[in-house]
């Protein structure tokens, strides 16, 4: 790693990962609208001042992320690039079978089966691989340190969220909030 990183438009730079988790993420959207409108933050979600500014700054790291990977040079042929690579294809993987359990699940019900048995936020956890799989594979700290942040962040917002589910589903969420951990781990009995 590099502590003044290349800049280099290029075809073979990092914006192709994250074209390819937008493309996916995109899609899995488009197969149930309805069930889009339960994504992020429903109209009847409550947030406070300080939840609301946390949710920007996310959004603010990760388009400037996403802007920076446009002259984000992979290390092609190197063992960082396969590792990253690894890590982005698992980030991938997550999203996919997180956006199948998320729409196949009735509108008035928490979505607890699939992935979802074993992490209470797939789709953050998928963002989150993706940035250090993209990190990782053009060797890039200053995507490391976005990561970090946007971890840091994102387990402040997962509060709200989860708040928001307590009262919307009541009793089998808190339930749910029992069994399964936030980030990814065996559930507990």
């Not at 949710?55 to 690039?81: E, Q, R």
Request: charge should be positive; include cysteine.
């Amino acid at each position: 790693m590099q502590l003044i990183p290349v800049f280099k438009i290029g075809l073979l730079n990092a914006w192709i990962f994250v074209a390819c988790s937008l493309l996916i993420s995109y899609s899995i959207m488009l197969f149930n609208k309805k069930a889009y409108k339960k994504l992020g933050n429903p109209p009847d979600m409550k947030l406070n001042r300080r939840e609301k500014v946390i949710g920007y700054l996310g959004s603010i790291i990760t388009y400037i992320a996403f802007l920076y990977s446009i002259f984000l040079p992979f290390k092609l042929g190197t063992a960082w690039f396969y590792a990253g690579l690894f890590i982005f294809l698992l980030a991938l993987f997550v999203l996919i079978i997180a956006g199948i359990n998320f729409i196949t699940t009735p509108l008035d019900k928490p979505v607890t089966k699939g992935i979802y048995r074993y992490s209470r936020h797939p789709f953050y956890l998928s963002h989150i691989l993706t940035f250090v799989g993209i990190g990782i594979a053009a060797a890039s700290w200053i995507i490391l340190l976005a990561s970090i942040i946007f971890l840091i962040l994102v387990n402040i917002v997962v509060n709200s969220e989860e708040r928001y589910c307590k009262e919307k589903y009541g009793d089998a969420y808190k339930e749910y909030l029992n069994k399964v951990p936030r980030w990814i781990g065996i559930p507990k009995l």
